[in-house]
């Protein structure tokens, strides 16, 4: 199906201001909570030290157990 000229600048120009607006909510502002409260803060620390001490345990658990794995196929199958 083939577009008039008319249609078709009807098309650039409606897709010029949808363009446009989508830049201009980019543009605005991001609405910023100057006050954290306590609570947030105490929550943020719970998790970095929950983090931390995963990574902790995880590393000595790491340097403790040594673990060989198989050389072959075999060792998973059960012996008949």
């Known amino acids: 199906m083939r577009l008039t000229q008319n249609e078709r600048r009807r098309m650039y120009l409606a897709q ?3 363009r446009q607006a989508m830049l201009d909510r980019l543009k605005q502002p991001a609405p ?23 990574i902790g345990g995880g590393l000595l658990a790491y340097s403790v157990v040594q673990f ?9 199958l059960p012996r008949l």
Do not use: N
């Open 16 to 18: 010029q201001e949808a």
């Open 32 to 54: 910023v909570d100057p006050v954290v409260s306590a609570s947030v803060i105490r929550r943020r620390w719970l998790k970095t030290v929950a983090i931390a001490t995963l």
């Open 68 to 76: 060989h794995p198989p050389t072959s196929i075999e060792a998973f």
